[in-house]
């Protein structure tokens, strides 16, 4: 039986125990440390309002003009509630002539898996990597027509990337934009970040077309929801780079996902 199951019966039968209610997240403006159950009375600067989607709570970062989840999408299902069809093998992830969504916690199944970039823990434990990285996403997944992100939000253009770029750089970061963005820890070779805002992107690797899951600890790789011909546009943010990076790339890859308020 989970603790805060019995903490209230073993308060009753001791009655010397205060089994308060309250805010317990830690981002709200009333949060308080001594609450032990989350009453839903937390209050939110405004425009800071967390989103409930598939169940997780997604805090936000505002820089600019510009809303984003503060941590990578984990949804298991479209915005309508459907499944992604995850949880699959290699030969079941291979498909470069899909065009079915599909989706991947970094290190999970027997699948190759590299941790050589890692660095405070093991990224080929999937439970680890689904807390800090959250989940892996195909450009298939990204372009279906029920959507990624919950109502209200969307997966980033092209030129929503760019103006997310134009804005750190006006904000003094040119040449270094990735900089701000990184988190202040858990980055390969040092290459830790500021977190200026609260995004906090972590190297959260990518699981590639064979089904191998490699880059996690050094490379942090997100879609675009903009097409290119047979390919798509993705941006990378890397251990041995200061700048955001562009590429097009084919389809079938996994990689991370952010939301953006519409």
Same mark, same amino acid.
């Given at each position: 039986?989970?603790?805060?199951? +019995?903490?209230?019966?073993?308060?009753?039968?001791? /009655?010397?125990?205060?089994?308060? *209610? @309250?805010?317990?997240? !830690?981002?709200?403006?009333?949060?308080?440390?001594g609450t032990t159950v989350d009453n839903g009375s937390c209050r939110y600067p405004e425009g800071m309002e967390p989103v409930?989607?598939?169940?997780?709570?997604?805090?936000?970062?505002?820089?600019?003009?510009?809303?984003w989840f503060d941590e990578n999408l984990r949804t298991t299902?479209?915005?309508?509630?459907?499944?992604?069809?995850?949880?699959?093998?290699?030969?079941?992830?291979?498909?470069?002539?899909?065009?079915?969504?599909?989706?991947?916690?970094?290190?999970?199944?027997?699948?190759?898996?590299?941790?050589?970039?890692?660095?405070?823990?093991?990224?080929?434990?999937?439970?680890?990597?689904?807390?800090?990285?959250?989940? +892996?996403?195909?450009?298939?997944?990204?372009?279906? /027509?029920?959507?990624?992100?919950? *109502? @209200?939000?969307?997966? !980033?253009?092209?030129?929503?990337?760019?103006?997310?770029?134009?804005?750190?750089?006006?904000?003094?970061?040119?040449?270094?934009?990735?900089?701000?963005?990184?988190?202040?820890?858990?980055?390969?070779?040092?290459?830790?970040?500021?977190?200026?805002?609260?995004?906090?992107?972590?190297?959260?690797?990518?699981?590639?077309?064979?089904?191998?899951?490699?880059?996690?600890?050094?490379?942090?790789?997100?879609?675009?929801?903009?097409?290119?011909?047979?390919?798509?546009?993705?941006?990378?943010?890397?251990?041995?780079?200061?700048?955001?990076?562009?590429?097009?790339?084919?389809?079938?890859?996994?990689?991370?996902?952010?939301?953006?308020?519409?």
């Amino acid at each position: 039986m989970r603790l805060h199951i +019995l903490l209230p019966a073993l308060c009753l039968i001791l /009655a010397g125990c205060k089994y308060d *209610e @309250g805010c317990t997240d !830690p981002e709200a403006l009333n949060f308080d440390e001594g609450t032990t159950v989350d009453n839903g009375s937390c209050r939110y600067p405004e425009g800071m309002e967390p989103v409930l989607f598939d169940g997780h709570l997604y805090h936000v970062a505002i820089i600019g003009e510009q809303t984003w989840f503060d941590e990578n999408l984990r949804t298991t299902t479209y915005a309508n509630g459907e499944p992604i069809p995850s949880g699959l093998t290699d030969a079941e992830w291979f498909s470069i002539f899909s065009t079915e969504g599909q989706s991947a916690v970094y290190g999970e199944g027997n699948s190759p898996c590299n941790d050589t970039l890692a660095v405070d823990f093991d990224p080929c434990d999937e439970a680890l990597s689904l807390e800090a990285y959250g989940r +892996l996403y195909n450009w298939h997944a990204v372009n279906d /027509a029920r959507g990624l992100c919950p *109502e @209200g939000w969307h997966v !980033p253009t092209v030129e929503d990337w760019s103006n997310l770029e134009e804005e750190l750089i006006a904000q003094g970061h040119e040449t270094a934009e990735a900089i701000p963005l990184r988190s202040t820890d858990g980055w390969y070779n040092w290459a830790w970040g500021m977190d200026s805002f609260g995004f906090t992107a972590l190297p959260g690797g990518s699981r590639n077309e064979l089904g191998e899951f490699n880059y996690a600890g050094g490379i942090g790789l997100w879609w675009s929801a903009t097409p290119s011909g047979g390919y798509a546009w993705r941006y990378r943010i890397s251990h041995y780079s200061q700048q955001i990076s562009p590429d097009e790339v084919r389809p079938g890859t996994g990689y991370s996902v952010r939301c953006l308020k519409d």
